[in-house]
DNA sequence: TCCTCCCTGTCAATTCATTGACATAATTTT
DNA sequence: AAAATTATGTCAATGAATTGACAGGGAGGA
């Protein structure tokens, strides 16, 4: 399926272009160029052209792209059109927000299991998911087949929890550790870190107060 | 201060060294080159060169980089010598879960107000910081020198507030509802999107099965 | 059916980012 | 004090990403 390898900057823009067909086809669109796409994004037509050509010829010459076509095969090739299963390790604030945010349900990410070391958590609901200890993890990734773990805790422990998850088995890590985890290749890792995010907002406020 | 341009490229590659070296100055450790970094961070060193560089020389031949003086001054370069007062829009599971995230306030980042719109919630207390309606929003702002709103609510709801922001002179919001705001240039927007972080993982786990 | 216009897919050109190479300056060793 | 080593700052070379240009294949109207 795959010939050549899609370059991160292409695959960064994909959610994009799928979040905005999406709206197009709630508003009953049914075809849209790439010049038209261009001036709703604010980003050139020969960069959508380009970036949906990697993949294939999603449009015709005359006519465009058909907005409902293309919305599906994005979300194929984003691997939407199946489920995959998710367990959240860290029943902390961070880690209930995003059990309890249901747009990822929506898009076929299903959480299976909560996991936390404070005893004091484990037993609890959320969102009808009980928190269980850190030592039924690995066996339940195994048992469950689990596809992506999302790691809510300290960075402290997410080294070792990384570890634990790789010998496991699980294919994906979205972390939102402060830390960049080791793992092996085959193991997916996808960094949310949000503090990193913050500093870069401070950064381009200062800067702009100079360059005026 | 700035003269030339810094990219984003570069920006986004800050506070990862900041990370690094605060980890460094922890252990005590006193110098650094940029080959023993380029080995813990495994970017090249010749990357690390040229970064640094947009910003002065902080470095001395034969020596290397002071680390706490290094990382000093890239906290500088980020903004993080001054305090940063927020307010959060939307108090749902995520936007306590930021407001409960000690580690902003450490780096200077306080919260200074809540705001949502149910009444039902309005009142309660999320550490210590009373939430308001958000009629009371424009005037908070302009009386309590906020620099940085957060987006915690729906995207329906995101660009009527980003105007009204824009409106009484915030000059950056951390963005989190799911939807590209428009807002005038002077104006700093740093988006997280999460749901594309995920697709984006999604996208990385089908690719590599078929690569293999 | 034919003609005109539209718009893609793709190649080439340009811009931007990363890596490599090295002259030079400070440190450390002898 | 001199020699050897280390490691920066910077320039040049390479590589990657974005933009521009256009041939040619439909679509839509007459």
Redesign the pocket.
Known sequence: MEEKEI????VG?LPRYFRYLGELKDEGIE???????SDIMQ???????????NF??????????NVGFLYDEIGKILGLHREHNLIIVGAGHLGQALVNYMNFERRGFIFRGIFDKDSQVCGRKIRGITVQPMKEMESFVRENDIDIAVLTIPKTSAVEVAEQLAGCGIKGIWNFAHVDLRVPDRIQVENVHLSDSLMKLSYNLSSREFAE
Chains 1, 2 share one sequence.
């Open positions: 370059s991160q900057a292409v823009r075809r849209v160029s790439s010049q038209e796409l980003v050139t037509a020969s960069q959508i052209r380009q970036d949906l050509n294939g010829g999603f449009g015709q010459q005359g006519y465009g792209y």
